[in-house]
């Protein structure tokens, strides 16, 4: 079956330290994968897609085909960054359905 | 965000009963999704929709029924709630050239005692 894991459940790390936050996936091929991110107390939003190469709130992730990874890393992590992050992947086909990881919590201590 | 709405944020109720959670979205969407976040398991899906009138069972659909006679609602019916049903509930709809970017709701707490 398709997985995604997130191998950390908790990742804390000081203000101005790096992050980076761990995501492997099965599915095989090029599947399009996303990091989603939730604040205390309000809803899921998209961090960012691979697809579009772009660094969200100084947030980026590579793909690794080979090691089938999608880490998401920050150089300096700030308390804001304090989040759940989640981990998905898409699951092929034309359902436009998403596999979840099962999140890792970034406490980012001052 | 305020495009995507769901009702009640929270919900408290016993074993056996009935109980549905609305969900509501005004982009017009087709496919809209119903997870269970649940600490340690993270967000599954119990049931999907590609459009009005049709639904399609997600990773763990028992104990759940959904219908979709509009496109812009999707609601979520535990049939007989039981006690591992008490989680937080999130609907989200996608569409258009960004299909696979999910926007989700508010989210719903629902307690079964």
């Known amino acids: 079956a398709q997985r995604v894991t997130q191998p950390e459940k908790l990742l804390s790390v000081f203000k101005g330290a790096p992050v980076e936050l761990k995501c492997n996936y099965s599915?095989?091929?090029?599947?399009?994968l996303f990091w989603y991110v939730q604040y205390s107390r309000q809803r899921l939003q998209l961090l960012l897609r691979?697809?579009s190469r772009e660094s969200i709130k100084g947030f980026t992730a590579d793909l690794n085909k080979g090691e089938t990874s999608f880490h998401l890393k920050k150089p300096f992590a700030q308390e804001e960054d304090s989040a759940m992050y989640y981990c998905?992947?898409?699951?092929?086909?034309?359902?436009?359905?998403?596999?979840f990881g099962t999140g890792t919590l970034l406490a980012v201590q001052p | 965000d305020a495009g995507i709405t769901q009702s009640p944020r929270y919900k408290i109720t016993e074993t056996g009963r009935q109980v549905t959670l609305m969900c509501h979205q005004t982009?017009?969407?087709?496919?809209m999704f119903w997870y269970r976040q649940d600490l340690g398991h993270g967000l599954r899906l119990i049931y999907y929709?590609?459009?009005?009138?049709?639904?399609d069972k997600g990773e763990v659909p028992d104990g759940y029924v959904v219908s979709r006679s509009k496109t812009e609602n999707f609601p979520l019916t535990l049939e007989s709630a039981t006690r591992s049903q008490t989680s937080v509930y999130f609907c989200?709809?996608?569409?258009?050239?960004?299909?696979?970017?999910?926007?989700f709701g508010p989210g719903t707490r629902l307690t079964v005692t």
């Open positions: 982009w017009s969407h087709s496919y």
């Open positions: 998905a992947s898409e699951t092929g086909g034309a359902t436009n359905k998403l596999i």
């Open positions: 691979h697809i």
């Open positions: 929709s590609a459009a009005a009138d049709i639904t």
């Open positions: 599915y095989s091929g090029s599947p399009e």
């Open positions: 989200a709809s996608s569409d258009g050239d960004r299909a696979r970017e999910q926007y």
